[in-house]
T-cell receptor, first 116, second 113 residues
Framework: DGGITQSPKYLFRKEGQNVTLSCEQNLNHDAMYWYRQDPGQGLRLIYYSQIVNDFQKGDIAEGYSVSREKKESFPLTVTSAQKNPTAFYLC???????????????FGQGTRLTVV | AQSVTQLGSHVSVSEGALVLLRCNYSSSVPPYLFWYVQYPNQGLQLLLKYTTGATLVKGINGFEAEFKKSETSFHLTKPSAHMSDAAEYFCAVSDNRDDKIIFGKGTRLHILP
């Protein structure tokens, strides 16, 4: 079955460490996204990528980095510069051919990151 | 810039009663509009979407929403609430200029027995 896989589901990090969250999709989607979810704040866009080897900052990119070397993969690194990294992280993907009505995003199951 | 406002961070309805979750958007071009549902510790699942055409759209689990351009609204309704509808609901907006999808802050729906 096609879908988006995020791993791991739970992740613990010590302060001062970088950590990378994995996101893989086999939907053949061009666009991929990373969102951060905190209680009462909805989903806030961290980074998004419309094509391989290109990505744009979202609203809260500081302290995060991404790469898009393959169409299927869009890993997110939470760096030590991110002051409050404990959150639920969601990856999503979508088609970019909006003319066909393929406008929605498909989500992974999320990774819960906790700083200890 | 696009934005989404969901009125009410928590809504409680009795089982069998009407569900109404409110969403207003801001967009300078014709929008694409979405409602998603999220159960605890899971990703988001698409309930329904509006792209073009009929302004009343039907989704899964008996939900529907109406696009009202004059009111810049896309409210979500269900005639009769079920206990399994208890979840968090997100309204989102996008358009054909780029691939950004902007979400509201969410409304948690509580179903009272």
């Amino acid at each position: 079955d096609g879908g988006i896989t995020q791993s791991p589901k739970y992740l613990f990090r010590k302060e001062g460490q970088n950590v990378t969250l994995s996101c893989e999709q086999n939907l053949n989607h061009d666009a991929m996204y990373w969102y951060r979810q905190d209680p009462g704040q909805g989903l806030r866009l961290i980074y998004y990528s419309q094509i391989v080897n290109d990505f744009q900052k979202g609203d809260i990119a500081e302290g995060y980095s991404v790469s898009r070397e393959k169409k299927e993969s869009f890993p997110l690194t939470v760096t030590s510069a991110q002051k409050n990294p404990t959150a639920f992280y969601l990856c999503a993907s979508s088609k970019t051919d909006r003319g066909a009505g393929n406008t929605e995003a498909f989500f992974g199951q999320g990774t819960r990151l906790t700083v200890v | 810039a696009q934005s989404v406002t969901q009125l009410g961070s928590h809504v409680s309805v009795s089982e069998g009663a009407l569900v109404l979750l409110r969403c207003n958007y801001s967009s300078s071009v014709p929008p694409y509009l979405f409602w998603y549902v999220q159960y605890p510790n899971q990703g988001l699942q698409l309930l329904l979407k509006y792209t073009t055409g009929a302004t009343l759209v039907k989704g899964i689990n008996g939900f529907e929403a109406e696009f009202k351009k004059s009111e810049t609204s896309f409210h979500l309704t269900k005639p009769s609430a079920h206990m399994s509808d208890a979840a968090e609901y997100f309204c989102a907006v996008s358009d054909n200029r780029d691939d950004k999808i902007i979400f509201g802050k969410g409304t948690r729906l509580h179903i009272l027995p």
